[in-house]
């Protein structure tokens, strides 16, 4: 029997048709309008021209409406390559704004130590009432202004000024470091999702090649070639190539999400980066780079603004030991008279001579003598340390791409041809299989070091901040 369909129109309309076969769609369509005629005449017009097309439009307007959603549905896939994500995170990144904001308060603060001081107003009401039985005195109002301008000394000014200018200076080469600290760690994310991609695509190829490789086994069992023992072998092997891919996966996905973590939100879930071969210039000699970096690093640059103002606040200090200065101005009117003032006012520093400030400055100071001479002794150590990973990598990769890896798959190819003419055993071709993936495997871990010492020498350098 054919099912019975009930269709609401609107809220308040309730349309019912009779049983028909599901066969004929344009007959359906018709018994649906006749035994609904009194229902219709109460339906919109859009419903009752819809109902009213033929078979061949519904069809096509139905197939559109089925391959915009599916096209909808789709998740939207972009290929990135580096240029492309550090623009992003240069561009978007909340912890570079955050950078930015602090170069911002640091401008805000040399305008604040240039400000001259504000002047003093100092206004007082009062009555003046004689006492009893006197004469001569006049009783009314008292009114007394007073205006207070201080001095703002050289020997104040200028340290505050120049202290105010070395840390906006350590501000902005503190934003500098800090890109460059957040271009290292992008590279760095960025060939590790190069390289657990590589990892994944030379497992799951072993799992294809361990698959094949059991089922012709299987095979081989069955027609009574090989043992059985053969087959369990076989079936170990795939096993373990299956669970090395799904390791693999599990890889590509933590390192594409701490990628992104790195980039923000901006950047989609379903992005991927550009599978391009590991090209990078080499550096040039060290000598040069070492004289560079103790010249323009910026985490160097950043060190020596703050010693430069530590030495400003250590004068600065020292300066409040002069007394301060200001101009003062009065005016006093009585019933009587009308006295006014001019004079100077001083602070003397008696009892504060600013020992604990000047101390705790000349304290800093020293500290970050210290810390600059460490930062530069560790700096050069890591540069050379940056170049030897480099000259070593490099030199596995180049030994590793040059003949071992090619030598290995050649071994590979000879070991399974040799299994399939019965003149290699089935643990000769996985001797051969296992020598070829810690080649391969070596491979990648040899491009991503030399991408990871290429990436540190150029933190270290700063180049392109």
């Keep these: 029997m054919a099912p019975k369909t009930v269709f609401y129109v609107t809220d308040w309309i309730h349309l019912y048709t009779g049983p028909c076969p599901l066969h004929n769609f344009t007959q359906l369509r018709q018994n649906f309008i006749n035994d609904n005629a009194?229902?219709?005449?109460?339906?919109?017009?859009?419903?009752?021209?819809?109902?009213?097309?033929?078979?061949?439009?519904?069809?096509?307007?139905?197939?559109?409406?089925?391959?915009?959603?599916?096209?909808?549905?789709?998740?939207?896939?972009?290929?990135?390559?580096?240029?492309?994500?550090?623009?992003?995170?240069?561009?978007?990144?909340?912890?570079?704004?955050?950078?930015?904001?602090?170069?911002?308060?640091?401008?805000?603060?040399?305008?604040?130590?240039?400000?001259?001081?504000?002047?003093?107003?100092?206004?007082?009401?009062?009555?003046?009432?004689?006492?009893?039985?006197?004469?001569?005195?006049?009783?009314?109002?008292?009114?007394?202004?007073?205006?207070?301008?201080?001095?703002?000394?050289?020997?104040?000014?200028?340290?505050?000024v120049d202290g105010a200018l070395a840390g906006l200076n350590a501000a902005q080469a503190n934003e500098k470091a800090f890109r460059a600290d957040m271009r290292a760690q992008l590279r760095l994310r960025y060939y590790d999702l190069v390289r657990r991609q590589a990892e994944g695509?030379?497992?799951?190829?072993?799992?294809?090649?361990?698959?094949?490789?059991?089922?012709?086994?299987?095979?081989?069992?069955?027609?009574?070639?090989?043992?059985?023992?053969?087959?369990?072998?076989?079936?170990?092997?795939?096993?373990?190539?299956?669970?090395?891919?799904?390791?693999?996966?599990?890889?590509?996905?933590?390192?594409?999400?701490?990628?992104?973590?790195?980039?923000?939100?901006?950047?989609?879930?379903?992005?991927?980066?550009?599978?391009?071969?590991?090209?990078?210039?080499?550096?040039?000699?060290?000598?040069?780079?070492?004289?560079?970096?103790?010249?323009?690093?910026?985490?160097?640059?950043?060190?020596?603004?703050?010693?430069?103002?530590?030495?400003?606040?250590?004068?600065?200090?020292?300066?409040?030991?002069?007394?301060?200065?200001?101009?003062?101005?009065?005016?006093?009117?009585?019933?009587?008279y009308r006295n006014k003032r001019v004079g100077v006012a001083l602070s003397l520093p008696l009892w504060d001579w600013r020992g604990g400030p000047v101390g705790e400055a000349a304290a800093k100071l020293s500290q970050s003598d210290n810390e600059l001479a460490f930062q530069e002794f560790s700096l050069l150590q890591s540069l050379e340390a940056a170049y030897q990973q480099y000259s070593i990598a490099n030199a596995q990769a180049v030994a590793l791409e040059g003949g071992i890896v090619r030598q290995a798959a050649d071994a590979v190819r000879i070991a399974e041809v040799g299994y399939k003419a019965g003149e290699k055993s089935f643990l000769e071709v996985l001797d051969a299989q296992r020598v070829y993936r810690a080649a391969r495997n070596e491979l990648i871990g040899a491009q991503f070091e030399l991408a990871s010492a290429w990436a540190e020498i150029e933190r270290i350098r700063a180049m392109g901040q």
Excluded at 87 to 98: D, I
């Design 38 to 160: 009194s229902a219709l005449s109460h339906t919109p017009s859009e419903v009752t021209r819809l109902l009213r097309l033929n078979t061949k439009k519904i069809a096509i307007a139905l197939l559109s409406l089925a391959t915009a959603a599916s096209t909808w549905a789709q998740p939207v896939s972009s290929v990135l390559n580096l240029s492309e994500l550090e623009e992003m995170m240069f561009s978007q990144s909340k912890a570079l704004r955050g950078a930015a904001d602090a170069v911002q308060a640091a401008n805000a603060a040399v305008e604040t130590a240039r400000i001259f001081p504000n002047p003093e107003i100092e206004v007082m009401n009062g009555t003046r009432t004689p006492r009893p039985n006197t004469t001569g005195n006049t009783s009314g109002s008292l009114k007394t202004l007073s205006l207070t301008q201080e001095l703002d000394m050289p020997w104040h000014r200028t340290p505050r």
């Design 201 to 336: 695509r030379a497992t799951s190829e072993d799992a294809q090649t361990t698959e094949a490789m059991r089922n012709r086994i299987a095979v081989r069992v069955q027609t009574g070639e090989d043992a059985r023992f053969e087959l369990v072998k076989a079936d170990a092997e795939m096993l373990n190539a299956k669970k090395m891919a799904e390791s693999a996966a599990l890889r590509i996905r933590q390192s594409r999400g701490a990628l992104r973590a790195l980039i923000g939100p901006q950047l989609p879930d379903t992005f991927d980066v550009q599978d391009v071969a590991h090209t990078f210039t080499p550096p040039p000699a060290l000598e040069e780079v070492r004289t560079e970096v103790l010249k323009n690093n910026p985490e160097l640059l950043r060190t020596r603004a703050e010693r430069q103002q530590f030495d400003r606040k250590l004068s600065e200090e020292k300066s409040l030991r002069f007394p301060k200065i200001a101009l003062r101005a009065d005016q006093d009117q009585d019933p009587d």
